[in-house]
């Protein structure tokens, strides 16, 4: 089957526009189909799934099970796990620093707009938090768009 789609490189930017638009309703279209029957596949086996993992002793995790007719399911539920952080700080400090860091993950950032304040008001500590800053710049994103 032939691909009917124009050479891009040969398209005027106002076409090229055109085809961008399309293309771009084209992918929400199909994105909200997939969607709906997403929802659709969810509703009707969610619960077998939830059974299939607790057949099995888990209550998250990754299952297959058959459903008939040369068809299976596979479905994973997730699990989020949250802590408490002022709660693990005070047992954190309880302990040698060592014996913390093998068990605790410490990640200490700074926000930029308070970042911004203490490089205006203090450049000294601005010049200490410089020795701990890095900045990673993006690739472009370049988005066409009519003008007016």
Excluded: C, H
Aim: net charge negative.
């Amino acid at each position: 089957m032939p691909d009917s789609r124009p050479d891009l490189k040969t398209l005027a930017v106002p076409a090229l526009f055109e085809v961008q638009a399309a293309a771009a309703g084209d992918v929400e279209d199909a994105k909200r189909w997939l969607i709906t029957i997403n929802d659709e596949i969810n509703e009707r086996f969610a619960q077998a799934a939830i059974d299939a993992l607790a057949a099995v002793g888990k209550e998250s995790g990754t299952v297959t099970s058959s459903i008939g007719n040369g068809f299976a399911i596979e479905a994973k539920v997730d699990k989020k796990v949250e802590w408490d952080s002022e709660a693990l700080l005070k047992t954190a400090t309880a302990m040698p620093f060592d014996r913390a860091q093998q068990i605790f993950k410490f990640a200490v950032s700074v926000p930029e707009k308070i970042y911004a304040g203490v490089k205006a008001a203090d450049p000294a500590l601005a010049a200490v938090l410089d020795a701990a800053r890095t900045t990673k710049v993006s690739a472009p994103k370049v988005t066409l768009k009519r003008e007016g």
